[in-house]
């Protein structure tokens, strides 16, 4: 399946910020959709994951729980992730994955890529 990350900016702290990752012409909801992130410098690190199908089952990063909410339109083949009270440590390039069997932290295990997008928090 390819992915189309969209929706990076440039924000102030404490503002909100929508991302999307779209697959389309793909069987969406067969598929687990993550996010992870990467700073210069720094190394790839997991954002948020949701299940197949219906998305009930999610998971966070502590780094952003509470602050970020993932979820997906299997109609629409997109999911989102909601990012508020973003902070300047949310810098990053933010890339969306996919796949069918894995919906872990481990960016490793995801076997379809989005092109990166790029968020800029300001202080």
């Known amino acids: 399946v390819q992915l189309q990350a969209s929706g990076g900016g440039l924000v102030q702290a404490g503002g909100s910020l929508s991302l999307s990752c779209a697959a389309p012409?793909?069987?969406?909801?067969?598929?687990?959709v993550a996010w992870f992130r990467q700073a210069p410098g720094k190394e790839r690190e997991f954002v948020a994951a949701?299940?197949?199908?219906?998305?009930?089952?999610?998971y966070y990063a502590d780094s952003v729980k509470g602050r970020f909410t993932i979820s997906r339109d299997n109609s629409a083949n997109t999911a989102y992730p909601r990012m508020n009270s973003l902070k300047p440590d949310d810098t990053a390039i933010y890339y969306c994955?996919?796949?069918?069997?894995?919906?872990?932290?481990?960016?490793?295990?995801?076997?379809?890529w989005g092109q990166g997008t790029q968020v800029t928090v300001s202080s």
């Open positions: 949701i299940r197949w199908m219906s998305g009930s089952i999610k």
């Open positions: 994955a996919a796949d069918r069997f894995q919906s872990g932290s481990n960016w490793s295990e995801y076997d379809f």
């Open positions: 012409g793909g069987s969406f909801s067969s598929y687990a």
